[in-house]
């Protein structure tokens, strides 16, 4: 026993310590201090001893919670339940259920998972002698900054007041299951126009068509030449989405071969179908295929071959939102014989879409009658789908010629659905996706339902809406852990930045995608480097082989669909670019031209 002296008398902690000598371990803490001893109090989310079970819970369960707090140290312990399906939160009593040789007691609840997918937050409130304190998640480390993603589940924190960083429980629906060929795919993803130009027939010509007005079609007599530049001045400035390259189905059927040697299993293409521009996702007609893209028979033909090596294609769903120079919609009275919905309040397509007075700068503009439409994002050429409307439904996927009906009796296995989230945002507000997939899976049972969601996507995947999602989460990971600086550009910024990452926090990040997400769905993730939205992994890296061949390494082994964007396994060099501002910008440069050998120019290398 140690003491402290004063020359006038006995110190303070003297006494203290003197007491401490005549009681038992643990007492000590209860006894001597007025407050809650905060650096006792822990929960983990991932250990067994404080959750059970752990991670997404199938509904009909219960899930055993726990706290550690200093023996005898609280008055009361209470979980604060909030159900997103109910709107409702509960809150429920703790008792001790057992008590520690090391001087901490275990509070205990029981809670109950419910009936119906939903998601349930908790979190933990103590009290002693009048003073409270909540034990939540720890997500953000660095007070209101961006969100740190690797600091999700696992430990937490005490606060003197309540941050709202409520632990996760995603309940499911324990008859959900995920199509058993993609728990095992290797995904190839295409950008049609840029992949391979195998039938020169449907090729345009410079000038040929024009695009919103006038913006001209340009066509690429050189194949491996970078796109048109719209950032930069000259004659190409400000023209976006209307340069073309000649890509097509044929093309990607003469090159299937190669991706079988590859290891593929599974395509996805970004949209084939009637558009005004190349990236195609202000789609004009869903059920035709772009005549710059081939035929009803080229898409047959790139099936059955697909098929003949063991390949499922997934088509892009882009259901949010179309063209507004379209025959439905017709901005530009492109179409004489119909009327669109932009050219007359008696259209039949009318309702399909959002009228409504601008609300601040609006360009969206309908010229015949000066009507204000609303656009997706702001751009006016894709004017927003009403998918609460049953002829929207119907054309899209409830009637006999519906485009899932349509393309699922092709004989495609599945869709991506492009900003899934705007159109239903999870859960039973909005049925469009539960419907949808009981449309899909009545065609094909084994057909895969994926959406674009950045963040966490637990809200869709609770059995009745979608299989999977693009794990964006996943790929800020990996390239975190193969860089050792932070990288931003125009997606990859907030919540999104890419952070350089140890391996604790790697371990930590992949601990809570597994732990929000149903096994069903985390073992059917679509684990993807790079997309046609992102800048191209080689140079997220930093142009470092050995850092992309790290990065493949995990998408490759972790659990999941690995997904290769076009080109980056040859780690095709097509940077982003800096707007006026600085900024680094992704689109159009991420969407060279594969370099195939064969082919003219020399832009980009193909480095085998």
Request: with cysteine.
């Amino acid at each position: 026993m140690a003491l402290a002296v004063k020359r006038n008398g006995l110190h303070v902690v003297l006494l203290i310590m003197l007491i401490a000598a005549l009681l038992p371990l643990g007492v000590l803490s209860a006894r001597a201090q007025d407050g809650i001893d905060a650096e006792a109090l822990y929960h983990d989310s991932r250990n067994d001893l404080y959750r059970t079970p752990g991670g997404a819970a199938p509904f009909g369960s219960a899930i055993t919670l726990r706290l550690r707090a200093a023996t005898g140290n609280l008055d009361g312990a209470t979980v604060r339940v909030f159900n997103t399906l109910r709107d409702r939160q509960d809150l429920i009593p703790m008792t001790v259920a057992a008590t520690t040789p090391d001087g901490y007691d275990l509070w205990e609840a029981v809670i109950e998972a419910g009936d119906a997918p939903t998601i349930l937050w908790y979190r933990f409130i103590v009290t002693r002698s009048g003073q409270t304190l909540y034990y939540e998640d720890d997500q953000r480390l660095d007070g209101d900054g961006p969100y740190l993603a690797e600091n999700e589940g696992g430990p937490g924190a005490a606060y003197t007041q309540s941050p709202d960083l409520s632990y996760q429980i995603t309940v499911y629906d324990p008859a959900f299951t995920t199509p058993e060929w993609m728990r095992n795919a290797v995904f190839y993803q295409i950008f049609p126009d840029r992949f391979r130009n195998g039938d020169p027939a449907n090729d345009p010509f410079d000038g040929s068509d024009t695009f919103y007005g006038a913006l001209p079609l340009i066509f690429h007599e050189t194949w491996n030449e970078p796109p048109v530049d719209p950032r930069q001045p000259g004659e190409f400035s400000e023209i976006w989405g209307s340069d073309f390259f000649g890509g097509d189905l044929a093309g990607i059927t003469g090159k299937l071969d190669y991706l079988a040697e590859l290891g593929v299993t599974a395509l996805y293409l970004n949209p084939i179908f009637a558009a005004r521009s190349n990236h195609r996702y202000d789609t004009a007609d869903y059920l035709a295929i772009d005549p710059l893209l081939g035929t009803r028979a080229d898409f047959d033909t790139l099936i059955a071959e697909a098929d003949a090596r063991g390949m499922k294609l997934i088509l892009d769903g882009v259901f949010n939102h179309m063209s507004s120079d379209s025959a439905f919609f017709d901005r530009y009275n492109r179409f004489p014989a119909l009327v669109g919905a932009c050219e007359s309040e008696d259209s039949e397509w009318r309702d399909w879409f959002f009228f409504a007075e601008p609300q601040g700068p609006q360009p969206a503009l309908c010229a015949g009658d000066e009507s204000f439409y609303v656009s997706w994002a702001g751009f006016d050429s894709i004017p927003k789908l009403d998918n609460a409307n049953a002829e929207v439904r119907t054309y899209f996927f409830a009637g006999d010629g519906s485009v899932a009906r349509t393309w699922g009796e092709a004989g495609i296995g599945g869709w991506r659905l492009d900003v899934g989230g705007d159109i239903d945002p999870g859960g039973p507000a909005n049925d469009y996706w539960e419907q949808f997939r009981e449309a899909v899976r009545e065609i094909n049972p084994e057909a895969v339902i994926i959406g674009e969601e950045w963040q966490d996507a637990s809200r869709w995947l609770g059995g009745a809406e979608w299989d999977a999602v693009m794990n964006y989460r996943l790929r800020r990971g990996i390239l975190g852990f193969a860089r050792d600086a932070i990288f931003t550009d125009n997606d990859a910024n907030g919540d999104n930045t890419i952070r350089p990452l140890g391996p604790g926090d790697l371990d930590a990040l992949i601990a809570s995608i597994a732990e929000d997400y149903p096994p069903q769905a985390y073992h059917a993730m679509m684990n993807l480097l790079g997309s046609h939205d992102t800048s191209r992994a080689f140079f997220v890296v930093g142009g470092d082989p050995a850092r992309l061949k790290l990065a493949a390494l995990l998408q490759f082994t972790l659990p999941g669909a690995p997904t290769v964007y076009y080109g980056d396994e040859i780690a095709l060099d097509a940077p982003s670019q800096p707007d006026s501002g600085g900024n680094l910008q992704d689109d159009p440069y991420n969407r060279a031209p594969y370099p195939w050998p064969d082919a003219e120019g020399d832009a980009y290398t193909r480095d085998e």
